[in-house]
């Protein structure tokens, strides 16, 4: 069995490790790591927005009052609260072994984390794809992915300790359309942890070995100790400098795309929730055609430039034209070869059509 490297680090963040993402697969694919399996701690408060993920579904006043690290990450999907204390947990490896997205969440959540909290003690743990782990309705991991190359790396976060609710009552916006399939009252309820659910809890040397255990079962990987090399730290200084600034922060915004439309458009919002959360904004002129789209939602696709190929494609065509839009996207998913979990290409589909709907009734 090849020799993998195992990193552990306490002093990181969920914006860091979110931005270093972006990195790793590519060293990978370059053969300039092995495979490598991750385990963090973040020490310090952060909030990471997907590249598509809409900031309006945050209080972001709120978070620069409080002076909380926020970043938008160059890929992926979904926001990540990484409080302090919390963990996180990945592995990077190749096609070889994760051929795509879906077979890399279903491994490394639906078999590896839903098996360490197992582990941990907790028996009725379940797996719902794509990439939550859950005890009852209560979240104990979400998950993330993004390929490059042959390269591809998979993470969670790793709910060791009780989450800290403040982010829930505070920072975040929580829609509607989410909770319609959530039987709880509260959404401070909604997150779960080894700590509230396990008989007893474990420390994170404890998560780190179990993590190792469960790769090498499942994966057949051998480990040696490692840490991040100079080419990893130096992507990831670049990488936060970019990232964290408030233009990349604020760029995805449906009140800001709202605000900055053409004098003359009828514009309507449509969300959709399938498997994950789907949004669209979508533009019309007075022919009825799209002119401009924002699709936001915490759905993965792969390479991260699909996301803007989408919805070039679809400008341009009348928004009454079910069957054109349908066929761009189907097309525009094929040409691209664009990977992608979360959703079927009619889901994506769905909230176009219906945000078109609306905006054509406002022309009249």
Known sequence: MAKARFVVDKKMTGVEILVLFGS?????DAEKIPDTLFVLTWDRPSVSLGKYEDLDGLKYDNIKRDKILIG???????ILWAPPGGMGAGIVVTKDTFPNIDTAEKIWAGEIVTELYRRAGIRDVWYKHPGDVKIGERKLSGTTCIEFGKGIIVGSFINRLKPDTKFFEDYLIYPEEKLKDKMLKDITEYAASIETHAPKLISEEQVARILQDLVKEKLGLEFQPGTWTQDEKNFLQFGMSMLTDEKMVTSVSHSRWYSQ?????????????TMKLISANVAVDETKKIRDVLITGDFLI???????KIMEALKGLKANDEKAIKRAIKETFEKNKIDYSGFTLDDMAKPVIEAGKLAIQKLK
């Open 261 to 273: 439309l053409q004098a003359g458009l009828a514009a309507a919002t449509y969300r959709y929730k």
């Open 24 to 28: 790793l697969p590519r060293l990978r």
């Open 72 to 78: 938008r990450r160059p890929s992926g999907a979904g």
């Open 302 to 308: 792969s390479p991260a430039e699909g996301w803007e």
